[in-house]
């Protein structure tokens, strides 16, 4: 699996847009670009994934350039509820001989203020 | 809420015990997946387990097992505990798999051992 580098931590104000990146400079062609939040004391919650290009959903948006060796997550407009550990992870598709396996790095510790 | 219900959701134990943490996996799902976090090592995958068989090995101690049973739902076996197993023990499920599969966490077990 392709190792993950982000920042450890992150300020931000209510009402600003975030943007976080991670690097995965050798990540592989069948690789695909999952994030996922995960709040103290609860599990991690899916939050996006794509290939390539950009894909937005209700909460986020992921960026990804034509080389695929970072991508970006940005959430519009934070609130204080947004404060929490983003992990960005990636991963092959269809990986069957290899199980469903996750491996998470440290993580982006968000932390909103009012 | 995820779907995945695990029980029990505190557990407190001492050193050399036996506890058996269970896992009910979103309706439809046909894998479920254990992962520990602790302050030291983050999260950790364990053990994947897809439509009752043993699909992926992470970095599980010896002292630990699992299994899924028919009705798909999972229970993680740790014993001869140690200080160094109190973490919070989360279960995840997903319909396929694989990696691109979005995984969906429940609200995890914290094991304490005394």
């Known amino acids: 699996l392709a190792k993950t580098t982000q920042p450890i931590s992150m300020d931000s104000y209510e009402g600003q847009e975030v943007n976080i990146t991670c690097s995965h400079n050798?990540?592989?062609?069948?690789?695909?670009i999952t994030w996922y939040q995960q709040f103290p004391s609860q599990g991690p919650r899916f939050i996006i994934q794509?290939?390539?290009t950009k894909v937005t959903n209700e909460v986020a948006s992921l960026f990804i350039p034509a080389d695929r060796k970072s991508s970006t997550l940005s959430l519009p407009r934070v609130s204080l509820s947004d404060t929490a550990v983003y992990y960005c992870?990636?991963?092959?598709?269809?990986?069957?001989?290899?199980?469903?396996?996750?491996?998470f790095g440290q993580g982006t510790e968000l932390s909103v203020k009012p | 809420d995820s779907g995945v219900t695990q029980t029990p959701k505190h557990l407190i134990t001492a050193t050399g015990q036996r506890v058996t943490l269970r896992c009910s996996p979103r309706?439809?799902?046909?894998?479920v997946y254990w992962y520990q976090q602790s302050l030291d090592q983050g999260l950790q995958f364990l053990i994947q387990?897809?439509?009752?068989?043993?699909?992926a090995k992470g970095n599980i101690l010896e002292r630990f097992s699992a299994q899924q049973f028919p009705d798909l739902h999972s229970e993680l076996n740790l014993s001869s505990l140690e200080l160094g197993d109190s973490a919070l023990y989360f279960c995840?499920?997903?319909f396929g798999p694989g990696e691109a599969d979005t995984q969906y966490f429940g609200p995890g077990t914290r094991l304490t051992v005394l």
């Open positions: 050798n990540i592989a062609t069948n690789d695909y």
């Open positions: 387990y897809y439509n009752g068989e043993e699909r």
């Open positions: 794509g290939y390539k």
């Open positions: 995840a499920s997903s």
């Open positions: 992870l990636v991963g092959d598709y269809p990986a069957y001989n290899q199980g469903g396996k996750l491996i």
């Open positions: 309706s439809g799902d046909l894998s």
